[in-house]
């Protein structure tokens, strides 16, 4: 599982935060290089519904340093995203296969 670096960020006046109370991940992808640098990839869906993908660099990856970026979604964006993750949320499902609900609310 990939290593979640707490962070918490206000991007155009929205809180996102990557804390287990306050998101669900979706799905992620460790080790990969994003912008040149080695990065683990995550999805998450915050307690308000909104997606935002968060790229850290823990310190276990060459060059670590524990950063986080956060980078807001749509809908759109985080489809896309998901379908590249390598481990993703319908994996625990039991009996079936079908992509996560994209168009489902968490409730705060």
Same mark, same amino acid.
């Given at each position: ?24 991940? @979706?799905?992620?992808? /460790? +080790?990969?290089? !994003? ?8 999805? #998450?869906?915050?307690?308000? *519904? ?22 807001? @979604?749509?809908?759109? /964006? +985080?489809?896309? !995203? ?8 319908? #994996?625990?499902?039991?009996? *079936? ?12």
């Amino acid at each position: 599982m990939a290593l979640i670096i707490d962070t918490e960020k206000v991007i155009d006046e929205i809180r996102y935060n990557t804390g287990e109370e306050h998101s669900r991940l @979706l799905g992620y992808t /460790e +080790a990969v290089m !994003i912008d040149g640098l080695m990065s683990d990839n995550l999805l #998450f869906q915050g307690n308000n *519904g909104r997606f935002f993908r968060s790229i850290q660099r823990p310190k276990r990856l060459k060059n670590g340093d524990d950063s986080v970026r956060i980078q807001p @979604l749509n809908k759109e /964006e +985080a489809q896309r !995203i998901f379908k590249d993750l390598a481990v993703y949320k319908r #994996f625990e499902v039991e009996g *079936g296969t079908d992509i996560f609900d994209f168009d489902e609310v968490i409730k705060a």
